[in-house]
C-alpha cells in the first residue's frame, strides 16, 4: 500500500480511494520508508563524555553536581559516615568507603556545597542539639546545610570543611564529628579539621556544565556550544549518506525558553527550530526525543539528574509538567512537514519509574501529541531494567500511530565482558533478532531502535572487524517495523561517533 500511494501521478479519484485507506489502516501502517536516523546526542542535553572539552572552563570543576567523594580524617585514619545511611549523626570510624561513606555534592557556588547522603538527606547541624553535632536528618537545604570546602594549594584534596556556623568540622573522636573547630589554618596530620576527599564518581551532564559555570558564563558558553556542535552542513552531511532523518534530544527545560529555571540557560528552543529548518532544507525527518524529564526518569546525567537520583513520575504534577513539554513541542512542530514523531520520554528506568506512572504519562502524553497532530508517530521508550519487553502492549496496542523504542547496546552488561568478535556477531544475528522479533508484530506497536552503536568491550578489534559488527546490526535493525537511530553523530570516541564511522568507512549505507 505504501507504494502505491507513494506513486507521484495518479488519477485524483485513486488518491482519495488510497488516502482512505491509509487512513483506515493507518494504525498499524508503517512509514512508507525505514527511519535510518542518527542521534543528536550531546547537543541540547549536554553529556561530559561526548564532548569533555565544554566543562574545561569551570572552576573547580572537580566539584559539580552529583559528584561524589568520601571524606578520610588524617588525624584518625577513617573515613567519615553517615551512620544507618542517614537520619542520624555522622561517624568518623569506617576503614573503608562505600555507601554509606560517598557524599553526593550539590554545588551552591564554585566553594559552597551541600552534601547529600545515601538515604538523601542532607549534612548539617543539629539545631534541635547543642548547634555543632554533624548530622544527616533534613530532607531539605537551607542556610543550615551549606557548608564550604577549603582546598590546599599544593595538594587539592586536603581540605578542610566550614560549617553554617562559622567553626570547621572536625573529628574530635571516631564517634563524634562536630563543627566547633575554630581552625588555625595548619594542614598537619594531627589536625582534626583535615580531611582527604576521596573521588568516588563525577557526573557531566547538563545541570553539572549550567551550575558549574554559573549564571555570569552558562548563557554565552551554551549558546557557542549549540551553535558550533551541531550546524546545517551536519543536516548536509547526513542526508548525503543516505540517512533519512534525526533523534534529537531534548530537556524539559527547553519548554520554558527562553528563561527556563536555573542553572538552565535559554537558547535551546532557537536550535531546535534551526534544526527543524535545516531538516526541511536537506529533506530530513525529525524525531523530537524527550531525553530529560524534570527530576530525572533514570538517574543519569543524559536525564540532567543533578545527583544520580530518580525523582520524575513521583506524583500527577510531576506528570503533568512533562505532558505540558510534549504539550508544546507538538503544538510548536506540528504543522512542520520535517516532524515525524515525538518521543514521550527516552529511558525511563525500573523500578524507580513505575510501570503505573509511565503508562498514566504515556497515555496523556500521546493524547498532547494527538491534539495537535493526527500524523506525528509517538514513540515509547522501554523502561530500562524492565524484565517485559512488551510491558507497554497493552497500551501502545490501542493506540494508532505508536512505536516502541528500544536501545540495543554490546555494552551495558557483564555478559558481554568476554565476548568474541564473533560472538558478538552472532548475538546480534541471533538473540537481538529474536529480541526483535518478539516485539515486532502485526497488530502491536511499531518497534525502533532508537539507539545502538558499533562499539562493544572488545579490546583492539580491527577495522574490518567492527565493520562486519556494523554491518550485521544494519542488517538486523533493518528489521525493525519503525526504524532504527545510531548513538550518536559526533563524540570524542570515534566508534560513537557516526561521522567518523562513515568518513573513515567503517559503516556504509
Ligand atoms: C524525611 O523524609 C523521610 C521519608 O519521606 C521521612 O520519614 C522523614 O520524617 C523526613 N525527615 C524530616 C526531618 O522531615
Ligand atoms: C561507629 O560509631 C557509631 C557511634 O558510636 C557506632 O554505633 C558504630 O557501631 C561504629 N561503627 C564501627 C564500624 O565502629
Ligand atoms: C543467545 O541465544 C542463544 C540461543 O537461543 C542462547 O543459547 C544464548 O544463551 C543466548 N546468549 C545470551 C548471552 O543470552
Redesign the pocket.
Known sequence: MAMICSLKKVPSLYTLACLMISVAYASRAAPNFKVKAVNLGGWLVTEGWIKPSLFDGIPNRDLLDGYQYNLKSVKHGKYLCAENGGGTIIVANRTSASGWEAFRLWRISETKFNFRVFNKQFIGLDTQGDGATVVAISNTTGASEVFEILRRDDDRNRVRIRAPNGNFLQAKTEDSVTADFVGNGGWGDEDPSVFLIGFMGAMAGEFQVTNGYGPEKAPQVMRDHWNTFVTEQDFKFISVNGLNAVRIPVGWWIASDPTPPKPYVGGSLNALDNAFSWAKKHDLKVIIDLHAAKGSQNGNEHSSSRDGSIEWGRDDSNIQETVAVIDFLAARYARNPALLAVELLNEPRAPGVSLDSLVKYYKAGYDAVRKHSSTAYVVMSNRLSASDSRELFPLASGLRGSVIDVHYYNIFSS?FDTMTVQENID?IY??RS?ELNSITTSNGPLTFIGEWVAEWRVKGATKEEYQRFGKAQLDVYGRASFGWAYWTLKNVNNHWSMEWMIQNGYIKL
Request: charged share 0%.
Open positions: 555478559i548475538f541471533n538473540n529474536a
